[in-house]
């Protein structure tokens, strides 16, 4: 038999998890590696069990749906998150995103859809409820007109792309420092490289570049 896809669960209500778990294990290409409803029990139970999709509510006790995704992202970590709400809003969509979500599915759907969502993400690609769907096509339109816009956004680093994000999150010099074990020294320097590659000048225009185009870079 082919490789199934490991797939973790995480939501805070019982009843709901367990409708998952029913649909999820009724399908040949899935092995349900766990579940939980605590957020904090979610980030050891996939760095142990290491599911190749974790599907995670938005509002967790301990941590959040969004801040598992986050930690992962940062970590390299190559299990692939789904985010589920009961909240159809592009800005919270667009922050899964950012933080390496692959599918973002509506509650109201996930029965019917998180088979097809699995699916996909398992395979790399995104999968958003067929209602939201537009917000994907519109934060890609999004991209394409900023990267014509401000070219110097290919010549980015990787190093700068991370620290570029960074400051879309509205974070200081000194936090991203903290978060990338680097000094702020070195931030400083990045910010600057940045700046020459975009055309930015002044020492607030970055900050307002990134946070203006949060969803685009």
Known sequence: MSHRTKVLIVDDHPLFR??????????????????????????QMIREQKPDVAVLDVKLPGLTGLEIARKLQFQH??????????????????????FGAKGFVLKENAVEEIVKAIAAVAEGEHYLSSSI???????RSRAEALAAQ???LDDL???????L???????????????L????????????????????HGSHNL???????????
């Open 181 to 200: 074990f680097i000094s702020p020294r070195t931030v400083e320097a990045h910010r600057a490289n940045i700046s020459a590659k975009l055309g930015l």
């Open 133 to 139: 769907s537009g917000y994907l096509v519109r934060r």
């Open 207 to 217: 900050l307002r570049f990134a946070l203006e185009n949060r969803s685009a870079i």
């Open 77 to 98: 970590s190559a299990t692939r998150v789904i985010i589920l709400t009961m909240h159809k809003e592009e800005e919270l969509c667009n922050r899964a995103l950012d």
């Open 150 to 152: 401000k070219p110097g």
């Open 18 to 43: 367990g409708g998952l778990r029913h649909v999820i294990t009724g399908d040949a290409r899935f092995e349900l590696v766990g579940e939980t409803g605590d957020g904090e029990t979610a980030l």
């Open 157 to 163: 680093t990787k190093a700068e792309r991370r620290i």
């Open 165 to 179: 994000k960074l400051i879309a999150e509205n974070k200081t010099s000194r936090e991203i420092a903290a978060k």
